[in-house]
């Protein structure tokens, strides 16, 4: 199904998906897919991440369709931070906006690149995304859609990766429950360095019918509201103040043993030394 309002003029079904899944949208100078001019807003925040773009086979094309749904926030970490230092207030005010955020990028060691974790670290803080008082994303939704560059079958116990891939999701999944989220049945696209072009222009076409058909989706009414897990105040990670403080103390101690070491030794030094 395709998006409505989503055509332009002279456009039929067939040519307008073409347009989605080939990433027919301007490009910056690095082959990063443009910003959409209105920035998008509202209930669907798109999280891509990839250092690559230009060497990307899947994930660019999944950055333009997700750019030519109407009413998605799209937001291209690699390019929006590229010295990484991420304007924690202007996510947080994103994601507050948001009912779906949705996490995209391909997997790398099992994982997510490093610029998404950074992410993760700086922007989901405690007292805002969980803990006390932590509840602004309490009710969303997050969805995974991934890649990897090796086959399905390889995600096997009798094969290279030695795992199902359901095995490397335990990380995203209780980074929704502990922020009160619920972790939607993610997409996954193996094999994509060898995947034949239809598979990827298909695979394509689901991703914005996905988009656009939030939350519309059967199996969401399936899968129940999940509770934020309470973290106790003495579990607080320490923020920069309290890690000064920690600093600040053990250099103090260090200092301070540093030259009681030295005047024991000099001590020593003089009443051993004989009188000429």
């Known amino acids: 199904m395709l998006v409505a309002g989503a055509f332009l003029p002279g456009e039929t079904p067939a040519s307008v998906l073409l347009r989605y899944v080939r990433g027919m949208t301007t490009t910056t100078s690095t082959g990063t897919p443009a910003d959409r001019p209105d920035g998008g807003s509202g209930g669907i925040y798109v999280l891509a991440a990839h250092p690559h773009w230009r060497d990307s086979r899947v994930n660019r094309r999944m950055l333009a369709a997700a750019r030519a749904v109407p009413g998605v926030d799209v937001n291209d970490l690699y390019g929006s931070y590229p010295d990484f230092a991420i304007d924690v207030e202007a996510?947080?005010?994103?994601?507050?906006?948001?009912?779906?955020v949705v996490l995209l990028h391909p997997i790398h060691w099992y994982s997510m690149p490093a610029l998404q974790k950074l992410w993760l670290d700086d922007?989901?803080?405690?007292?805002?995304?969980?803990?006390?008082?932590?509840?602004?994303?309490q009710g969303k939704d997050l969805w995974l859609v991934a890649t990897t560059g090796s086959p399905e079958a390889s995600y096997h116990p009798q094969n290279y990766h030695r795992y199902f891939f359901d095995?490397?999701?335990?990380?995203?999944?209780?980074?929704?429950?502990l922020c009160g989220m619920r972790f939607l049945p993610p997409l996954i696209f193996y094999g994509a360095r060898s995947a034949s072009e239809v598979d990827v222009k298909s695979h394509v076409e689901t991703f914005a019918q996905r988009l656009g058909s939030y939350p519309d989706w059967p199996e969401i009414e399936e899968i129940d509201v999940c509770?934020?897990?309470?973290?106790?105040?003495?579990?607080r990670p320490a923020d920069n103040d309290d890690v000064a403080k920690v600093v600040s103390n053990a250099f103090q101690a260090a200092m301070s043993h540093g030259l009681a070491t030295a005047t024991a030794i000099a001590s020593a030094d003089d009443n051993g030394r004989k009188a000429p």
Request: charged share 15%.
């Open 123 to 137: 922007v989901l803080s405690y007292g805002w995304a969980y803990g006390p008082g932590g509840t602004a994303l």
């Open 227 to 235: 509770v934020s897990c309470p973290v106790p105040e003495s579990d």
């Open 91 to 100: 996510e947080q005010a994103r994601l507050a906006r948001a009912s779906l």
């Open 167 to 177: 095995a490397f999701l335990p990380p995203y999944e209780q980074t929704a429950a």
